[in-house]
């Protein structure tokens, strides 16, 4: 090669980091060796024509040096490996940016393919290169507030599928924003003109279901005075959004699988099809593989539906955003109730940052447009808040998470927790293992026995 690749190789595995940095440079490539933590520093303060990174590091898992790279030098492709062959692992890694995924132990001419292919890209701008994220965000939807690396990831990702007509699974707990996201889906699309009609699944009576979606015929059942087109029929032309997917009923699933497959329905007592041009977006906060293995979900459905898997994150897990979304909310409540709040007070921010927001932004926003109304004016300080946001302000307590009016999994819970403290730590402490033990309270050894137990640490992690 004409000019020597300057190359960043991220693992934990101190022997394995060695081999490989040994064989790049035997190669002619200009290797820096880092950990997860590491490789985040050097990420921040230099450019690299590649980086490769192993997806498993305490401190920095691989997913948190893909966002740094996709933040700072989106350009710049990644290469991961894995000891786990996990579906999973693979497509979350594809969906944020990796340019190709190896299964350790890695061959020798894999990773010397992988690299080669993916300096090229590095050094010759790609024509085929997705949009821009944030200018795509700025074009189409200027209602998607933020810049957490979570939330970019979801932003690039509906940059490249906007403007196809291909079927959209909205995933992610309630008040993430869904039907929000898939408005903004439609503004980036061609059809954004054209009619988009939502339909709460869940808000449907069973026995009017079937009508309400595909309509029906004149003297279909008692009542059926009048035909009547359904909510498919409404959208023709344009997109509709089955929010809260997971709650049809099976009769109805196969209904709509025969219309994403053949683009026809039949309205209820009518015996002649209609052709029906509609793009297809559906939401839910239910695992549907999980109801897919019990039963309650098609199998078939779900794969027509999760052709795009989006998955929007929790507010917890983009608390980088909490303060501008927090004095977008003032701004509006202001102007809407014709109130004169001038802010919100560093400690009164620090408790809304640091709170776990089980109803995630759909709460955040009640919440202040609650405080905006009572406070009237002036700046909004930490005893305007309520008392499940201060605790903890003080060190005499830790906020918790609300019990939710369904299923919970506090184990689950509780270790996510775990894994943000953990996580903080590490990152407050540069990686220093013995100094982030003393700010948790740990002993050194225990610390290190977590970080061995878990095998991925969270997003916060980089944050």
């Known amino acids: 090669m004409a000019m020597t690749a300057k190359v960043l190789l991220c693992d934990d595995e101190e022997a394995l980091c060695r081999s490989l940095a040994r064989l790049l440079r035997s190669a002619d490539y200009d290797v820096v060796t880092a950990d997860g933590p590491g490789g985040l520093a050097q990420i921040d303060r230099d450019t690299f ?7 498993r590091m305490p401190g920095a898992d691989g997913f948190a040096i893909l966002e740094a790279v996709r933040t700072k030098c989106p350009r710049t492709p990644v290469i991961v490996m894995s000891g786990s ?6 497509v979350r890694a594809m969906r944020l940016g990796a340019r190709d995924f190896l299964v350790k132990p890695v061959g020798v001419e894999s990773l010397e393919e992988a690299l080669g292919g993916a300096v090229g890209t590095s050094k010759t701008p790609a024509p085929d290169e997705g949009p821009d994220p944030v200018a795509w965000r700025d074009r189409n939807a200027p209602w998607l507030l933020g810049q957490d690396p979570a939330m970019l990831a979801v932003l690039s990702l509906l940059a490249q599928v ?3 007509g291909c079927t959209v699974l909205l995933t992610g707990e309630s008040g993430t924003g869904k039907e929000l996201v898939a408005r903004s889906i439609v503004a980036g699309s061609s059809r954004a003109k054209k009619p988009f009609v939502a339909v709460n699944c869940a808000a449907i009576p069973t026995n ?15 009542g059926a005075n009048s035909a009547r087109i359904g909510r498919f029929a409404e959208a023709s032309g344009g997109t509709i959004l089955l929010d809260e997917i997971g709650e049809m009923e099976l009769g109805v699933q196969a209904k709509l699988l025969r219309l994403i497959q053949d683009g026809v329905l039949r309205p209820v007592g009518d015996e002649i099809d209609q052709r029906i041009d509609v793009r297809i977006l559906a939401a839910t906060n239910r695992k549907l593989e999980n109801d897919v293995g019990s039963g309650r979900f098609r199998a078939d459905l ?9 998955e929007l994150p929790a507010l917890r897990e983009r608390s980088t955003d909490i303060p501008l979304l927090a004095e977008h909310f003032v701004r509006r409540f202001n102007e809407k109730n014709r109130r004169k709040v001038t802010g919100i007070h560093p400690d009164a921010m620090f408790a809304l940052e640091h709170y776990y927001w089980p109803g995630n932004i759909r709460e955040l926003e009640n919440l202040l447009e609650r405080t905006v109304i009572l406070k009237g004016s002036g700046e909004i300080v930490l005893s305007d808040l309520p008392p499940k946001l201060r605790s903890g302000q003080d060190g005499s307590a830790t906020p918790v998470p609300e019990l939710p009016s369904d299923r919970t999994d506090l184990r689950a819970i509780l270790e996510s927790v775990e894994d943000r403290m953990i996580a903080e730590a590490l990152v407050r402490t540069g990686g220093n293992k013995n100094r982030a033990a003393e700010l948790l309270g740990l002993n050194r050894t225990t610390l290190v026995e977590k970080l ?5 640490m969270p997003p916060h992690a980089a944050s």
């Not at 779900?302 to 989006?310: M, S, Y």
């Open 49 to 55: 024509d590649a980086v490769i990174t192993d997806l």
């Open 85 to 90: 062959a996990q579906i999973s692992d693979a």
């Open 162 to 164: 906007s403007d196809t």
């Open 208 to 222: 009017l279901v079937e009508s309400e979606l595909f309509g029906h015929a004149r003297g279909a059942f008692t």
């Open 302 to 310: 779900f794969w027509r539906l999760n052709v795009i898997p989006v």
């Open 452 to 456: 061995r137990r878990k095998r991925t």
